[in-house]
T-cell receptor
Framework: KAGVTQTPRYLIKTRGQQVTLSCSPI?????VSWYQQTPGQGLQFLFE???????NKGNFPGRFSGRQFSNSRSEMNVSTLELGDSALYLC?????????????FGPGTRLTVL | AQKITQTQPGMFVQEKEAVTLDCTYD???????LFWYKQPSSGEMIFLIY??????QNATEGRYSLNFQKARKSANLVISASQLGDSAMYFC?????????????????FGQGTILTVHP
């Protein structure tokens, strides 16, 4: 079974631009969560999607948005990029069928904002 | 609000020895889950072990065990017989259980991580 895939793996953008990151969950997983990892703030939760609906949201500005498609694939968008948005963006999928719903992470997209 | 604290920025251990990575947490939710993840330099987060707040016994997964002390709100990871490949960043995380339709979901709150270095 293929794992969580994220594209692109690396991205360089300039301030003010926007960016879209993609995440394909493990087959059969319907829950997708996004996290931002930076050296200063560590790992922070962005949002969670299940059945195309946002179920939970972290404390990030409205420039960060996401969506989920009917095949469970998810995208996140960051508009008007700032230098502080440089980070590793991790996507995780979950089957939501077990008692504890382990999250399986993808390799991440490393975003650099110049 | 949930909080996870990992007080050891870095730990060193000799190959084949055991090591304990500390994790304390704070939550007012009676139902929660505790996770440990390993993050090698490649960046991918690898699930190691899980402990539910109502589990009576400490979780074990191969060389990994979780020393769960609920009253003290601690969930330390014990790695036995360390290997060179265990060198990585280790994160403790907590999930607050929100029940909908009989399954739990929710965000993970992570600690700051501990860098483990295994010496030959």
């Amino acid at each position: 079974k293929a794992g969580v895939t994220q594209t692109p793996r690396y991205l360089i953008k300039t301030r003010g631009q926007q960016v879209t990151l993609s995440c394909s969950p493990i087959s059969g997983h319907r829950s997708v969560s996004w996290y931002q990892q930076t050296p200063g703030q560590g790992l922070q939760f962005l949002f969670e999607y299940f059945s195309e609906t946002q179920r939970n949201k972290g404390n990030f500005p409205g420039r960060f948005s996401g969506r989920q498609f009917s095949n469970s694939r998810s995208e996140m968008n960051v508009s008007t990029l700032e230098l502080g948005d440089s980070a590793l963006y991790l996507c995780a999928s979950s089957p939501r069928t077990s008692a504890y719903n382990e999250q399986f992470f993808g390799p991440g997209t490393r975003l650099t904002v110049l | 609000a949930q909080k996870i604290t990992q007080t050891q920025p870095g730990m060193f251990v000799q190959e084949k020895e055991a090591v304990t990575l500390d994790c304390t947490y704070d939550t007012s939710d009676p139902s929660y889950g505790l996770f440990w993840y390993k993050q090698p330099s490649s960046g991918e987060m690898i699930f190691l072990i899980y402990q539910g707040s109502y589990d009576q016994q400490n979780a074990t997964e191969g060389r990994y065990s979780l020393n769960f002390q609920k009253a003290r709100k601690s969930a330390n990871l014990v790695i036995s017989a360390s290997q060179l490949g265990d060198s990585a960043m280790y994160f403790c995380a907590m999930r607050e259980d929100n029940y909908a339709g009989g399954t739990s979901y929710g965000k993970l709150t992570f600690g700051q991580g501990t860098i483990l270095t295994v010496h030959p």
